[in-house]
């Protein structure tokens, strides 16, 4: 996810909407450090499921979400203006994957859970400008609402507590075992005492601190979205119980998670450059992700799996397919019997509805079509975006789920982020 200035927004919605065009559519506080990999003894081997225990995760697979997120947000013309979670709803509903236990509905989180991380005067003033229908000059510039980034409109705070309401219910459900999946999770952007980047609370964040209150001790928190986790990351930088690592592309907003910043050594981050591909996803995450998480040995994870770092993302330049996407969460979750992974950014509705539905499938078992049912078809024809004109909608995005693998070769500057990020 991301953000910027009014004036900036304008700006870049225009001309990304142009060069767009020009692309193709294919194609609290503990003291714990982690020792240089050259220290782990060679015989340990990165943590792996056994059958019973891959089959076992699979059986826990559980889906949070809620009715509130079907609501229209964000007003007109705005990049989250478009059919995300009630789409992936809609679709997981139509392939029958559900099962008799259904959705796990959550509920808002209160005002006083949400000052636990947020400062209470940005909460109460959320809530009174919502309640007013206006924001103050000195509002929108102190706490950054009401701003086309962050935009107020009806039924915002309760979408925004709903979403870490969500997040919090998640990490309880996983700490009964296996993996849970909240899509309309990922606010990773947000801040203390602001929105930033379309987030107004920062879900994530609640996710991890209700696992360290269930005494988990070593918590890490991988972020696939094309914008650095920065909120997350700065949440958690004298916490030494968390570790938190963030794949994302370089020179993008926020313009932070720099190769060399290490959040004071519990943080890495890896920023690669435009057009990465799932090859070079599949190099990192074997070559440096599955060894930092061997290294760390977390006993909780918590993933935030935004879908804006696919190929046709309009505001970003990265080209996954959702199958490389969803490869990376299975490898990353594997071993790990308590896990949260949640949504985040993506503003292409075909693109980010296909992979989030495709990742339940995945992390549920599913057996995945070839060709999506004729309901199916007809909700993704449905489809509108602003920054995407149906010219330019592409058959596989509202013909099938799975995406066409988007292999290719691992740039050497790929290949150097890997021995920077374990030195």
């Avoid at 225009?14 to 503990?30: A, F, W």
């Avoid at 991380?117 to 229908?133: K, M, N, Q, T, V």
């Avoid at 397919?321 to 990353?332: D, R, Y």
Wanted: glycine letters at 10%; hydrophobic letters at 40%; one cysteine or more.
């Amino acid at each position: 996810m991301l953000g910027i200035s009014n004036f900036e927004y304008i700006k870049f919605f225009l001309i990304r909407k142009i060069e767009y065009y020009g692309r193709t559519t294919h194609g609290v506080n503990v003291l714990i450090s982690i020792p240089p990999l050259k220290t782990i003894e060679s015989a340990m081997a990165v943590a792996t499921a056994s059958p019973a225990s891959d089959a076992r995760m699979v059986n826990a697979a559980r889906f949070v979400g809620s009715e509130v997120f079907r609501r229209e947000a964000f007003g007109k013309n705005h990049p989250l203006s478009i059919p995300r979670q009630s789409g992936v709803l809609d679709l997981c509903g139509m392939l029958g994957w559900f099962d008799d236990q259904g959705i796990h509905h959550c509920s808002p989180a209160s005002p006083e859970q949400l000052a636990r991380f947020h400062d209470s005067d940005y909460i109460e003033a959320l809530r009174s400008s919502e309640a007013a229908g206006r924001v103050e000059p000195w509002v929108r510039e102190r706490y950054r609402i009401g701003t086309m980034e962050n935009p107020l409109f009806e039924g915002l705070f309760e979408r925004a507590a709903t979403a870490v309401g969500g997040s919090m219910l998640a990490a309880r459900l996983a700490l009964e075992g296996g993996v849970v999946f909240h899509p309309a999770g990922g606010t990773h952007h947000g801040r203390p005492d602001r929105a930033s980047g379309f987030c107004y609370f920062n879900d994530p964040v609640f996710a991890i601190l209700t696992l360290l209150d269930a005494d988990r001790q070593r918590v890490l928190y991988i972020d696939l979205d094309a914008h650095h986790g920065d909120g997350v990351q700065d949440a958690f930088a004298t916490d030494t119980r968390v570790f938190t690592l963030s794949i994302h592309e370089a020179n993008r907003w926020p313009r932070t998670g720099h190769l060399e910043d290490r959040g004071g050594g519990r943080s890495r981050n890896l920023p690669v450059p435009r057009g990465f591909n799932d090859s070079e996803l599949d190099h990192l995450i074997k070559q440096a992700v599955l060894p930092l998480k061997q290294r760390f040995r977390p006993d909780a994870m918590v993933v935030t799996c935004g879908a804006d770092a696919l190929g046709g993302d309009p505001l970003s330049r990265l080209d996954l397919s959702n199958a490389g996407l969803w490869s990376a969460v299975e490898q990353v979750v594997e071993g790990v019997e308590c896990a949260v992974v949640l949504g985040g950014g993506g503003y292409n509705p075909w693109t980010v509805v296909r992979c989030w539905s495709g990742l339940w499938g995945r992390l549920s078992g599913q057996a995945l079509p070839d060709r999506l049912p004729e309901e199916a078809r007809l909700l993704l024809r449905g489809f509108e975006c602003d920054l995407i004109d149906q010219e330019d909608v592409p058959p596989q995005w509202t013909e099938t789920l799975v995406d066409e693998p988007n292999t290719g070769p691992v740039r050497e500057a790929v290949k150097r982020l890997v021995q920077a990020v374990l030195d």
